[in-house]
């Protein structure tokens, strides 16, 4: 009897700890928070992402001299809270790299449209809500303050329920926008 209940034992260790080492050899592939740029964004991250609540913010960073940085991150949650991510996990970018290039292509644009005073341009808030971006933060050095600025109709998942005349593409996302937006149903 002890002899049996001490191969038991001896078979469940050796499981635990085939399965904390299988934990451990994944651990690479957790994606990792973003790194902010500066010490307001790092202040700004949290918030932006709980107001985002698992949906997408569009970061713009304007240093002196430098041209407008733009990037689109992921909130979700982390251990210490809410958190921005990068975009695209390595994994989805190897899957589907087009959608990547999509999500630089509408960083891109919303950073050309963007106004100091104004902030993003109105015709780029459909492709934005689409593409499920929900809060802009702006880190303008020039300013020293990081405003955050909820978007209304953010979708919760890019949906397209029916797909006008022609082939739809994901390389230039404002026009993907306006062509679903044109589309009955």
């Known amino acids: 009897m002890k002899r049996g209940l001490a191969i ?59 041209p407008l940085v733009a990037e689109i991150l992921e909130s979700g949650r ?35 449209s963007h106004d100091r005073d104004r902030g993003v341009s109105a015709s780029m808030v459909p492709a934005l809500s689409l593409f499920c971006v929900k809060t802009v933060i702006v880190d303008d050095a020039g300013k020293g303050a990081v405003p955050v600025t909820v978007l209304k109709d953010a979708e919760p998942v890019l949906r397209v329920n029916a797909r006008p005349a022609g082939r739809l593409t994901t390389s230039d996302p404002v026009s993907l926008a306006a062509a679903l937006a044109a589309t009955p149903g």
């Not at 982390?78 to 994994?91: I, K, N």
């Open 78 to 112: 982390a251990p210490e809270g809410w958190s921005l991510f990068p975009g695209v996990s390595p994994a989805a970018a190897a899957d589907a790299p087009e959608f990547g290039a999509a999500l630089s292509a509408l960083a891109s644009a919303a950073g050309a």
């Open 8 to 66: 038991v034992s001896a078979v469940v260790a050796l499981a635990s700890a085939v399965a904390l080492w299988r934990a451990a050899a994944s651990a690479g592939d957790v994606v990792k928070p973003a790194v902010p740029a500066s010490d307001l964004l790092r202040r700004a991250y949290p918030a932006a992402a709980r107001e985002a609540i698992g949906r997408r913010v569009l970061v713009l960073r304007a240093d002196p001299g430098k």
